[in-house]
């Protein structure tokens, strides 16, 4: 068979290709080339009739597809979300599909070449597929990741072990002046009274009193290495904590703390050394009820947010503040950032914004609205503008706050509720899991007895539709209103570890792989 080819076309000459051997052919005018002759030449370029002995057509490629993110089988918890980015090459469409809709919206038609983000909605092996068609065939490829349990279920003790701390007896947070342990922070640092890792506490009521709000001192405790519970150190004492009930902690050991039945609201900032100043003090608070510290950032300086909870009638002057510190943690300015989240009651059954919760990955605050039974983030928090965030909702007057909660503002699109609803019932405390979810805290105000709702531990992701993953964790199935702060960490293998003060036995309680009393489930310290 011939294969002929044009090479060259100069003039009114054409070069081409026979046998093996190059031939010229003259001719007087392009249209006195004969039909024949001129199909035979392209086809000798092997036009409309594929690969002849090349391989394919050079006309009509084959496709290709790959996926760059995930490049190799993956892992996430569940409450993550994954990213896919694929690429292909000579293709005019593609399908994606997934293994099980479980696995997350990858589905129907894509872009030649993108990404997308990816949310498995339950545990599982999920496989991820995209297939590319072109002119030159179809051509497909796939990627896998594997979903398993979500943290606070992973840290659960086995299926028919008993979880409740009764009958354990462990150290008070400070059995001569305090009970009612709410403030809890792990340590950043070594400085003063403090060693790093140190659980940092501080009480709500004072030991032999029944006045709620009366405790006003902060201990430590070193997290033990066996199943002994620690012995609590004194940290601090003043008036000045009265009613103390969150803490945050500053690279240098510091401790600023809400103090919500102290005269004047000072906002007090402790040493490490256990000196209780106030430099905030020029500063309007009104009833502190939650904090967090923000590091510093190549754009951003430090930053402390303090939340507000007035007491008394049902009103909506919950209110978050932003004070600027210098390298020195020196106050530089203040800012109200949010207000209207709908506040009141009385020392022991309070209604407010609590449990601020910080995420540096996304420069994202946590609020946990009570009155709301809600989860808010506040997403590029160090941007938004005095009282940039303005929480709707129709409190003020109404014998008991309202859940619906709309946001307006010049940083309204900054807010968005997360998780709302059952299982949350007047949570309080929130902690930040190594995964970017967060575990919650009910109160239980209001709970008329125990049962199988009361005193949960809840898993919110701020990515998983509605929030919430996994199983709640019932951690006490005696008096409801329980749990009060939670902190998180990591072990030096990187494992979760949750602590979160346990008011029912006044102890410091322990989720994690560290050796506990119960052989596996919480522990106290």
Sequence with gaps: ?????????????????????????????????????????????????????YGGSPMNPAPTVSFSQPAAAATINFGQSLTVAWTSAYTTSCTATASSAAGGAFTGTQ???????????????????????????????????????????????????????????????????????????VAPATAGLITKGDLVVCNFNMGGSTSQGSGMNIVGLHPPTGSTPSTPYPIASSPDLLGCNALTMLPDDSISAAAWSAAQNPNPLVSASGM?????????????????????????????????????????????????????????????????????????????????????????????????????ALAGVSSIPKDGVVVNGQCAGAATPTPALTFSGPSMASARVIAHGSPLSTPLSAALLKNGDLVVGNADIGAPGPSATTNLLIEVSPVVPNGFVGTPLQIDTTTPGAIFGIAATVDAAGNQIIYFNNDNNNAVMQLGPVASTTGGGPGPY
């Design 276 to 376: 209780v100043g106030t430099p905030f003090s020029s500063d309007t608070f009104a009833q502190p009820w939650g904090e967090a510290y923000v590091a510093a950032t190549a754009t951003q300086p430090a930053a402390i947010y303090v939340s507000n909870a007035p007491g008394g009638a049902t009103n909506a002057g919950g209110t978050i503040d932003r004070i600027s510190l210098d390298a020195n943690n020196a106050q530089t300015s203040f800012t109200e950032i949010l207000t209207g989240i709908c506040s009141g009651g009385v020392a022991g059954m309070v209604f407010g914004p609590a449990g601020l919760t910080y995420d540096p990955a996304s420069d994202t605050l946590y609020v946990v609205a009570t009155s709301a039974d809600s989860v808010i």
């Design 111 to 185: 872009m030649t070449s993108g990404s997308m983000t990816v949310v498995p909605t339950a545990a599982g092996n999920y496989t991820y597929t995209l297939s590319c068609t072109g002119t030159g065939g179809t051509k497909s490829a796939s990627a896998s990741v594997t979903v398993t349990p979500n943290i606070l279920n992973a840290l659960a003790p086995p299926a028919g072990t008993a979880i409740a701390s009764v009958g354990l007896t462990g150290s008070t947070t400070d059995p001569a002046k305090g009970y009612n342990p709410y403030g809890l922070v």
């Design 1 to 53: 068979m011939n294969r002929t080819t044009i090479s060259e076309a100069l003039g009114t000459y054409i070069r081409y290709r026979q046998l093996g051997i190059f031939k010229t052919m003259r001719v007087s005018n392009w249209g006195k080339v004969t039909s024949g002759l001129f199909v035979s030449v392209l086809a000798g370029c092997g036009g409309g009739h594929g690969g002849g002995g």
